[in-house]
């Protein structure tokens, strides 16, 4: 069991370890640890790795054992999703929105989550539960830094990590307001890069993004 504050308390955690959290798809299970040892070695300890590809959690497990990594799962949506990604090694979750039933699994299941929330309301609800922590998802989608900014000014007590077409240059406009924690994204860990086991190229994205500036 984890209660929701308490996966909140360690979602900041992960949050404050490095500006970005790598949104990792894995297509071949073979490019997992690589992949792994590249994003921690330039900066980015904290990887998420989503739940879309058949060999996700096999990735899972390999990166689980890169030293220094912390390796959680993606894209959960269902309670099985959950039980799956415990299964293989994940020590926190993070989705695109919230339910009840995927909250109660994860909490069951002692799962630290980063629950997504695109609105107001979806905010408000996670953190009626004690989510103070949320993923902002689908960010730049949804409005971008500007509507962060407004859902701060009414709700300063919730934490967001957005997530959803940030990339190196729009991940400062979010990193420098108060209720940004982190940012997550995909682009260091491109998939030309990785198909081409170019992990020199993956680990200078790395240091570019861990270099970012925080508010
Ligand atoms: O599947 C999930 O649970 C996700 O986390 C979705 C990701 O947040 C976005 O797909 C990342 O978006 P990009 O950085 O724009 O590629």
């Not at 300890?45 to 799962?73: D, H, K, S, Y």
Request: aromatic share 4%.
């Amino acid at each position: 069991m984890i209660t929701p504050q308490e996966a909140s308390a360690r979602a900041e955690q992960l949050c404050r370890m490095a500006p970005i959290i790598p949104v990792i798809v894995v297509n071949d299970v073979a490019h997992a640890a690589p992949m792994a040892q590249a994003l921690v070695a330039g900066g980015l300890p904290v990887l998420e790795v989503t739940l879309r590809t058949p060999c996700a959690l096999e990735a899972i497990v390999e990166m689980a054992g890169v030293r220094g990594g912390v390796v959680g799962a993606g894209t959960l949506v269902t309670p099985q999703d959950v039980r799956n990604a415990v299964d293989a090694g994940a020590t926190f979750g993070v989705s695109p929105g919230a339910t009840d039933r995927l909250l109660d699994a994860c909490e069951e299941a002692g799962l630290p989550l980063l629950p997504g929330a695109a609105t107001a309301s979806e905010a408000m609800a996670l953190l009626e539960r004690g989510y103070t922590v949320q993923k902002f998802f689908p960010a730049e989608a949804s409005g971008g830094a500007p509507a962060l900014k407004g859902i701060g000014a009414p709700l300063p007590q919730i934490r967001f990590c957005p997530t959803g077409g940030v990339n190196l240059k729009n991940a400062i406009d979010y990193l420098s307001l108060p209720n940004v924690l982190c940012c997550g994204g995909s682009w260091v860990a491109p998939g030309d890069k990785v198909a081409a086991g170019d992990w020199a190229a993956v680990e200078t994205l790395a240091a570019e993004a861990a270099a970012l500036p925080r508010g």
